[in-house]
């Protein structure tokens, strides 16, 4: 019987690709939005099926859930890949962009989780495929909001993995480095304060080196690549990095005075 995967935020980037992967791996695909009427390209593909889901929104999550099991009978994976990212000075963040890239990116992921552990437990198999990122694991100038969220990813999934693994469920984390996608620009938010200027020369200096390493990049399709091989590996590695040349080894071993040093000279070069 064929396998099925259930991915979050898959209109664009990591998602629509990790859609295609699979279903040219011979799975089906739910690929869920809180717009599926836009997905016409999608929509088209054979054993690909767009479903409405807003992870902020728990009714949302529990109906995508009921209409992937009546399509398709059943849900071998969930990709929890739906997020953005508050970029800018942290003073000037609204409390509502704060409560909102938390809604997103945390409490989202965890509704979702939340929401497909009872199905996963009565069928004693599953995995649970956490998109944190690179800045999970070290930081990076004005994505103090978004790397915040990203560390509970990373404290969640790993002790979540310890209750979960006695009904034979696998919890990975992936974590991209630099991925050219639309993120800088779709997936962004700036925080702005009337008045505040103080951070301006920062943040022009700052930006624009971050976007770069993006431009760069590979695309979504390595993401996507990482993905299935975590949950097709057979094992229980927890964590699979990609593109991070070698940067999360160089945070480990290096001392936090020398490792800023290399962080602020390649962003404030």
Do not use: H
């Not at 990813?153 to 639309?182: C, M």
């Amino acid at each position: 019987m064929d396998k099925v995967i259930l991915i979050t935020g898959a209109s664009s980037g990591i998602g629509k690709e990790t859609a295609k992967l699979f279903q040219a791996k011979n799975w089906k695909v739910a690929a869920t939005m809180r717009s599926p009427e836009k997905a016409d390209d999608l929509q088209r593909i054979a054993d690909v099926e767009c479903f409405r889901l807003d992870v902020t929104d728990p009714a949302s999550i529990e109906k995508a859930i009921a209409d992937v099991l009546e399509k398709f009978g059943r849900i071998d994976a969930v990709l929890n890949n739906a997020g953005f990212a508050v970029v800018g000075s942290f003073e000037s963040a609204t409390p509502e962009q704060i409560e909102r890239q938390y809604r997103t990116n945390v409490f989202g992921l965890m509704n979702v989780t939340r929401a497909i552990l009872p199905y996963f437990r009565e069928q004693k198999r599953g995995f649970i495929v956490n998109v944190a990122s690179i800045g999970g694991r070290m930081t990076f100038p004005l994505y103090s909001l978004y790397n915040s969220t990203k560390w509970a990813v990373e404290g969640f999934s790993e002790s979540l993995q310890y209750e979960l693994e006695q009904f034979n469920i696998r919890v990975k984390i992936i974590e991209p480095g630099p991925i050219k996608t639309d993120f800088y620009d779709r997936s962004e938010e700036l925080t702005r304060k009337e008045g505040l200027t103080a951070y301006d020369w920062f943040i022009d200096r700052a930006l624009p080196n971050m976007k770069k390493a993006g431009e760069t990049a590979p695309d979504g399709s390595v993401v996507a690549a990482a993905v299935y091989e975590a949950v097709t590996d057979g094992t229980k590695k927890l964590r699979y990095g990609v593109n991070t040349k070698g940067i999360l080894t160089a945070r480990r071993l290096l001392p936090d005075w020398a490792f800023f040093r290399v962080i602020k000279s390649a962003i404030l070069k």
